[in-house]
């Protein structure tokens, strides 16, 4: 499914919207924390609202920077070759990161 420019820009600032929420709620949330604290930290990592924002937030930070870096890839790679080449290990390395983000979570959450 193709999304033509428009939707895309649109989704990019739905995305910062919530990346902005995420990121708030996030830091306010953490501000009491003690960073030095293992326990405490992981601790933090059971709330199930403290997890989801965590994933709201590289969630929305990961799929903003993905729309961002295929519109400047589109703007300015004109080699479609080369184009398909590095947007396939553009989305590689984003998938990657989505992955890692999701194990650890589940990790910390469910496991320590």
Same mark, same amino acid.
């Given at each position: 499914?193709?999304?033509?420019?428009?939707?895309?820009? $649109? $989704?990019? /600032?739905?995305?910062?919207?919530?990346? %902005?929420?995420?990121?708030?709620?996030?830091? #306010? *949330?953490? /501000?009491? %924390?003690?960073? /030095?604290?293992?326990?405490? #930290?992981?601790?933090?990592?059971?709330?199930?609202? =403290?997890?989801?924002?965590? %994933?709201?937030? #590289?969630?929305?930070? !990961?799929? +903003?920077?993905?729309?961002?870096?295929? *519109?400047?890839?589109?703007?300015?790679? +004109? =080699?479609? *070759?080369?184009?398909? /080449?590095?947007?396939?290990?553009?989305? !590689?390395?984003?998938?990657?990161? #989505?992955?890692?983000?999701?194990?650890? %979570?589940?990790? $910390?959450?469910?496991?320590?």
């Amino acid at each position: 499914m193709k999304i033509n420019y428009t939707s895309k820009w $649109l $989704l990019q /600032k739905v995305l910062a919207i919530l990346f %902005l929420i995420a990121s708030i709620y996030t830091f #306010f *949330s953490l /501000k009491s %924390l003690e960073f /030095k604290n293992y326990e405490a #930290f992981t601790f933090w990592f059971k709330s199930y609202l =403290n997890s989801f924002s965590v %994933l709201v937030l #590289f969630t929305s930070i !990961f799929l +903003h920077s993905n729309i961002g870096l295929t *519109s400047i890839i589109d703007d300015y790679i +004109h =080699n479609q *070759s080369s184009k398909k /080449k590095i947007l396939i290990v553009k989305n !590689f390395f984003f998938v990657v990161m #989505f992955l890692i983000t999701i194990f650890s %979570l589940i990790r $910390l959450v469910f496991y320590v």
